[in-house]
């Protein structure tokens, strides 16, 4: 893979952060495009659903989420000799 297929790829990747609803009351930072997939997971598991379970009335977290489901599922479907993040630790 050259780095004009490379730099297509990456532009293909699904964006971190989905559309906002009104204003954020917190800082989110969703991992980057160079993140390991392990980064994904852990921002869902370990940040996401606990701020769902605090702030079930917020519109933007479930966009959050949805927007993590995205980017994983695009993921899943680069073959392994294609991807342009970094590796899982």
Same mark, same amino acid.
Do not use: C
């Given at each position: 893979? &050259?780095?004009?297929?490379k730099?297509?790829? $990456?532009?293909?990747? !699904? &964006?971190?952060?989905?559309? %906002?609803v #009104? #204003?954020l *009351? $917190?800082? %989110?930072?969703p991992?980057?495009?160079l993140?390991?997939t392990?980064?994904w997971l852990?921002?869902? &598991?370990k940040t996401?659903?606990?701020?769902m379970a605090?702030?079930?009335?917020d !519109?933007?977290l479930p966009r959050?989420?949805?927007?993590v489901?995205?980017?994983?599922?695009?993921r899943?479907? %680069? !073959?392994?000799?294609?991807?342009?993040?970094?590796a &899982? *630790?």
């Open positions: 893979m &050259d780095a004009a297929e730099a297509e790829l $990456y532009l293909r990747h !699904p &964006d971190e952060e989905p559309e %906002i #009104g #204003g *009351p $917190y800082l %989110i930072h991992p980057s495009r993140a390991p392990a980064s852990r921002f869902r &598991d996401l659903l606990p701020a605090r702030r079930p009335d !519109p933007n959050f989420l949805a927007q489901e995205t980017v994983l599922a695009w899943a479907t %680069i !073959p392994a000799e294609q991807r342009f993040w970094k &899982d *630790p």
